[in-house]
């Protein structure tokens, strides 16, 4: 009898760790918490868990991130609290790609995998890279800028912020191709930065109209916030409705209201939700010792006023976020 009772208590013991080993709490940490961007992210991640859970694995996904685009220590404290928690694992949108070096690796040398999402780190540590080819992004950008052009005018292209990889990489990968394959488009501004948000993208737009708004044809802004804002800024200056080709980067609402009035003429598309639910099911996979691939490519397009309303790209610009982050 005492010897079936221990097998009976071992048997137990042993359903009850297997139980524990399929549970696991997962930190997704994002740049930032207000744009619709992050918000697609976080609807993704959510899709991930659900799924999950239909498979008999409980992942409990906790959304912290700093509440702006530019405060860098806030998002380092946030990677440093959950590593302090023990979380199963992070999935991390780095602010910058040499400044959560630190957090990240520690986070390793504690058995914490870091799946990296959205914007590159400078570092070996995390067991997978889950995002767009931003490079690409931003060449196809200017290949459609350049093609709007016919091959000639004054472009001016709004940076997003210093340290931020993926927006460097578009910004980079936009101007290798204007150099190489539109030798006659002038390049009126290559160096300002539009900054964490909407209002401080549209008054450096402003500056920047003030200065070269009768000479420009084109523009190129690298991400979400500073296409908004100089979106607003066209407007106010009366060079919005295609007297200006203007082309952006990433949907988001008002985006996608001046596509549909004509006042851009298309931008760059990513999958924000796949991401996010791709980074989850990563940093699952290598929780349980499967192997996961190191660079893991989400995906980029071009939407136009022509293809918005495409099942492809209309999915893109309207992602069901009611069906998960309510």
Excluded at 283 to 290: N, Y
């Amino acid at each position: 009898m005492k010897k079936l009772l221990c097998l009976l208590t071992l048997a137990i013991a042993g359903v009850t760790v297997a139980a524990a080993a399929e549970t696991y709490r997962i930190a997704v940490i994002p740049k930032g918490t207000t744009h619709e961007f992050w918000k697609s992210i976080n609807a993704g991640a959510i899709k991930a868990q659900r799924e999950l859970a239909t498979q008999g694995i409980t992942v409990n996904v906790i959304w912290k991130g700093p509440l702006k685009e530019d405060d860098r220590e806030a998002q380092v404290q946030v990677v440093e609290n959950f590593v302090g928690q023990r979380v199963s694992a992070i999935v991390l949108a780095p602010l910058d790609r040499r400044g959560l070096v630190a957090p990240v690796e520690t986070a390793a040398r504690g058995k914490i995998p870091v799946v990296i999402i959205d914007s590159s780190l400078d570092s070996k540590a995390p067991v997978s890279f889950v995002a767009t080819d931003n490079r690409e992004g931003g060449r196809i950008a200017a290949r459609n800028l350049g093609k709007l052009l016919g091959g000639k005018g004054n472009v001016i292209l709004l940076r997003y912020q210093v340290g931020s990889a993926s927006t460097e990489d578009r910004e980079e990968g936009f101007l290798e191709v204007m150099k190489k394959d539109f030798p006659e488009v002038k390049l009126l501004s290559t160096d300002q930065h539009a900054g964490p948000t909407r209002d401080t993208a549209k008054r450096v737009a402003e500056t920047l109209l003030n200065r070269h708004g009768r000479q420009v044809n084109g523009i190129f802004a690298s991400n979400e916030s500073s296409a908004t804002g100089m979106l607003l800024a066209l407007r106010d200056a009366g060079l919005a409705g295609g007297k200006v080709k203007f082309v952006g980067f990433d949907a988001g609402e008002t985006l996608n209201a001046g596509l549909k009035a004509g006042d851009m003429a298309g931008f760059v598309v990513q999958n924000p939700m796949r991401m996010g639910y791709l980074g989850v099911k990563t940093a699952v996979a290598a929780l349980r010792g499967e192997k996961v691939a190191p660079v893991v490519d989400t995906g980029v397009g071009f939407v136009t006023k022509e293809n918005m309303n495409t099942p492809e790209m209309a999915e893109l610009l309207n992602p069901p976020l009611d069906q998960y982050l309510k």
